[in-house]
Nanobody, 124 residues
Framework: QVQLVESGGGLVQAGESLRLSCVAS????????MGWFRQAPGKERECVAS????????YYQNSVKGRFTISRDNAKNTVYLQMNSLKPEDTAVYSC?????????????????WGQGTQVTVSS
């Protein structure tokens, strides 16, 4: 069983930055690929970024490439999402997921465990 707790969301203006954190319980964090997903009102959940179990490979949705960076610290059981140059269209609830696989995935069905989510609101 893995429990995930996100933090770092908030209200910012366009162009500003936020850093999301997701802390996992348990001693097997380093064996899970991790992903950050977001869901805006009236829209489907979408993968923003994912990272492999050892952090060597990453994936980014096209709309966030060059602005967002996913990273992880396995010693701290934490995965991060650094979000720069935020836009109003980035407004959503952001959740982290843990997948029992080595390589990250953009598909939510591959993730077994989820956090409760943290709200990110970007004003124009």
């Amino acid at each position: 069983q893995v429990q995930l707790v996100e933090s770092g969301g908030g209200l910012v203006q366009a162009g500003e930055s936020l850093r999301l954190s997701c802390v996992a319980s348990g001693r097997t964090f380093s064996s899970y690929a991790m992903g950050w997903f977001r869901q805006a009102p009236g829209k489907e959940r979408e993968c923003v970024a994912s990272i492999s179990a050892n952090g060597s490979s990453t994936y980014y949705q096209n709309s966030v490439k060059g602005r967002f960076t996913i990273s992880r610290d396995n010693a701290k059981n934490t995965v991060y999402l650094q979000m720069n140059s935020l836009k109003p269209e980035d407004t959503a609830v952001y959740s982290c997921g843990a997948a029992q696989r080595y390589v990250g995935s953009a598909y939510s069905t591959n993730y077994r465990y989820w956090g409760q989510g943290t709200q990110v609101t970007v004003s124009s």
